[in-house]
């Protein structure tokens, strides 16, 4: 892809870098990422494991910093993106604390934002209706199959 800026660019990396220290040295996870992703492309990384995949989504979702290079996610820096919550992002396993319900898990972030408890119940219903686990709501992640507690973690 070019590093060329679209109008309708979503993402956009020009040489992105990212180097973390070791104790056997400098590791270059990123180096001199250019990158277009346009509003509705469909797009994959592919390659072998350590690559860098991982740690380029990271950086697209503010959870690691480049070293070198610029990256915008909706015409805005991730750090901003991510707090106008502009994206979402899935992890590889699902992120659920085992010692809450289903419902409270994905409650959680409406706690943690001070929705009123009214409207909290309701969207969380919503939402899990939307993932298809209404019914599994007061279930625990340990009662559900690996794919259940996957969409639990996206809802």
Same mark, same amino acid.
């Given at each position: 892809? =070019?590093?060329?800026? *679209?109008?309708?660019? $979503? /993402?956009?990396?020009?040489?992105?870098?990212? =180097?973390?220290?070791?104790?056997? @040295?400098?590791?270059?996870?990123?180096?001199? $990422?250019?990158?277009?992703?346009?509003?509705?492309?469909?797009?994959?990384?592919?390659?072998?494991?350590?690559?860098? +995949?991982?740690?380029?989504?990271?950086?697209?979702?503010?959870?690691?910093?480049? =070293? !070198? @290079?610029? /990256? *915008?996610?909706?015409?805005?820096?991730?750090?901003?993106? %991510?707090?106008? %919550?502009?994206?979402?992002?899935?992890?590889?396993?699902?992120?659920?604390?085992?010692?809450? *319900? #289903?419902? %409270?898990? &994905?409650?959680?972030?409406?706690?943690?934002?001070?929705?009123?408890?009214?409207? +909290?119940?309701? !969207?969380?219903?919503?939402?899990?209706?939307? &993932?298809?686990?209404?019914?599994?709501?007061? +279930?625990?992640?340990?009662?559900? *199959?690996?794919?259940?507690?996957? %969409?639990?973690? #996206?809802?």
């Amino acid at each position: 892809m =070019t590093a060329e800026t *679209s109008s309708n660019a $979503v /993402i956009n990396a020009n040489g992105l870098c990212l =180097t973390f220290d070791s104790s056997d @040295g400098p590791v270059h996870a990123l180096k001199d $990422v250019d990158l277009q992703i346009d509003k509705g492309d469909f797009v994959s990384f592919i390659g072998p494991s350590g690559c860098g +995949k991982t740690t380029l989504l990271r950086v697209i979702a503010d959870l690691e910093h480049p =070293t !070198r @290079g610029s /990256i *915008s996610v909706n015409g805005m820096t991730p750090e901003q993106a %991510r707090l106008e %919550r502009a994206y979402g992002y899935v992890f590889q396993a699902p992120a659920l604390l085992a010692w809450r *319900s #289903i419902e %409270r898990n &994905v409650g959680l972030p409406l706690e943690i934002m001070g929705i009123s408890a009214a409207e +909290k119940a309701e !969207r969380v219903a919503r939402t899990l209706e939307l &993932v298809g686990l209404d019914g599994f709501g007061r +279930k625990f992640p340990w009662q559900l *199959s690996g794919g259940m507690q996957q %969409r639990a973690s #996206i809802a």
